[in-house]
């Protein structure tokens, strides 16, 4: 390596380490959001699996929480930091891939400087290992292409493992892997070769966790990710968000770019072809199925997480090996020198804004029920009143709410959703005792009362109404109601939707 790439190679990691010490300093000071209270109930009851998800999610907060203890910080330290391994494997792809350090480089830190990346590693959900784990079968198949060792299949498969364990969006990349195989002539060869297979082994066998257990649970998680796929209803109103919200995530620059590295892959103005096709692949294949989901629901952003990692690569070979005419090149010129700098501003002001309300002067957003805000404070006037009535356990009627209380209160309060009992399969039954005397139901304010309150309690008595804040702005105000004389089982054990 001369002593110009080892400086750029530097460069890169020193970025890259400060962007995660940013991505740690924000986690320390914003609250959780529902979803994260929630995956880090399941990391207490570690499993094959869950009714929304594979494992990964726990795992990467359990490790987390084992360092920084239940801490919002603890809760996404190991999410943020793997950004570190995830940025090494970009880097060396891209490198591989494109015979340039300086692709390389670019490629590492636009990754890292787009909100898919920076909110996606800090706010944990299981896009955040699958954004990891796609970095490193990107990797790994760069490798498979220069080696040309069929020993690297064994790489891809656990690669491919891991992103399964992670999220079920990881199977498209089988598909990818096919589509790159079969239009490359030079790469045919490996069809028949054994360690392909053996590679799809390891895969299945790191996987093998999740079938059992949907095999064990009547295959409901399955049901439920793989019957979104499924078009009742044509809406495609959806696909008008699909575009505004990835130029968000990506940053309008990155995404300037990547797109113009897409179009120049296409037009094969950069690249031998193995390296086109694959990005190519890695990219378009979920990208087409997304756009396919979002005929009758909506996608939610981050789920393109695992494109990300092409994306970036191919907004630096926009940005480094394609010949622009002038107006095109003034163009990535300027979105190459702004992309990172926007992008950390960007980030800066999403976190301040999510956490305090000032950029609106404190009115409403797309964040403010999302993430958690507040609730510490309203979890200790919640606490004062189960005290003061004596209630010996709380309910709520989603897993959101249950998930905030469960991580806000105090350590061992004895918290339930006693409906969607799904998605509580991996925890042990609460102690009947607890829900034979005064329980606590603890819900935002209606127009009309739950259902399950009027069929479960014969005696329902309002005993507070407390709102969450986020400055002077009452995010929601939530109903306190003390039932007891239970006419059924206060646990609701009904089938998921999935399963009647």
């Known amino acids: 390596m001369s002593p110009q790439d080892a400086r750029l190679a530097r460069n890169t990691a020193l970025t890259v380490v400060a962007l ?26 570690l499993a094959g699996g869950y009714y929304d998800h594979p494992p990964m999610v726990a795992i990467v907060i359990r490790l987390g929480t084992m360092i920084g203890g239940d801490t919002e910080l603890g809760v996404r330290l190991v999410s943020i930091l793997l950004a570190l391994p995830m940025s090494w494997a970009l880097y060396r792809a891209a490198e591989i891939l494109f015979g340039s350090q300086r692709v390389a480089a670019t490629a590492t830190i636009l990754l890292n400087v787009t909100l898919m990346a920076a ?31 069929g020993v690297w299949w064994l790489a891809v498969g ?17 598909s990818a892997i096919l589509i790159w195989l079969v239009g490359v002539p030079g790469l045919r060869r490996w069809l028949l070769s054994p360690w392909l297979y053996l590679g799809g082994l390891v895969a299945l066998a790191l996987f093998m966790p999740v079938i059992l257990w949907n095999a064990d649970h009547h295959w409901v998680s ?20 699909l575009i505004p919200t990835q130029i968000g995530f990506a940053t309008p620059l990155v995404w300037i770019l990547g797109t113009m590295g897409l179009g120049a892959l296409f037009r094969r103005d950069a690249g031998a072809l193995a390296s086109r096709v694959l990005i190519g692949a890695m990219f378009w294949i979920i990208v087409l199925y997304f756009v396919w989901h979002s005929l009758h629901a909506r ?7 695992p494109v990300y990692p092409a994306f970036a690569i191919a907004a630096a070979v926009a940005a480094h090996l394609v010949r622009w005419d002038a107006r095109w090149q003034r163009l990535a010129d300027f979105s190459l020198r702004w992309a990172a700098p926007s992008g950390i501003v960007l980030f800066a002001l999403l976190t301040l804004q999510a956490d305090t309300g000032m950029l609106t002067g404190y009115r409403r957003d797309a964040t403010v029920r999302s993430v958690g805000v507040g609730w510490r404070e309203l979890a200790s006037e919640i606490e004062a009143v189960r005290q003061r009535v004596g209630a010996s356990c709380i309910l709520a009627p989603d897993y959101g709410t249950t998930s905030w209380l469960v991580f806000y209160l105090p350590k061992g309060t004895c918290v339930l959703q006693p409906t969607q009992r799904i998605r ?13 005397g005064h329980l606590l139901y603890v819900d935002e304010l209606r127009s009309e009362r739950q259902l399950y309150l009027d069929q479960t309690f014969a005696h329902i008595e309002r005993v507070a109404e407390l709102p969450r804040k986020r400055g002077p702005l009452t995010i929601e105000t939530y109903g306190l109601d003390l039932v007891d004389g239970a006419r059924r089982d206060v646990l609701d054990r009904s089938p998921p939707p999935e399963l009647e």
């Not at 891991?162 to 990349?173: D, E, I, N, R």
């Not at 439920?224 to 696909?239: L, S, V, W």
């Not at 996608?299 to 997480?305: H, I, L, M």
């Open 20 to 45: 995660v010490l940013l991505r740690l300093v924000a986690a320390a000071f914003t609250p959780l959001t529902f979803d994260e209270a929630y995956y880090w109930t399941w990391s207490k009851h």
């Open 119 to 149: 909110v996606g590693t800090m706010i944990v959900t299981p896009d955040s290992p699958l954004l990891v784990t796609s970095s490193f079968l990107l990797f790994c198949l760069a490798k498979v292409l220069e080696s040309g060792r």
């Open 158 to 174: 656990a690669a491919a493992g891991a992103a399964l364990l992670s999220k079920y969006t990881a199977l498209f990349f089988g």
């Open 222 to 241: 399955f049901l439920k990710q793989f019957g979104r796929a499924r078009i009742d209803d044509f809406r495609p109103t959806f696909i008008t968000e």
């Open 299 to 305: 996608v939610e952003a981050n789920w393109f997480a």
């Open 424 to 436: 509580w399969a991996n925890m042990p039954e609460p102690d009947p005792a607890l829900l034979a």
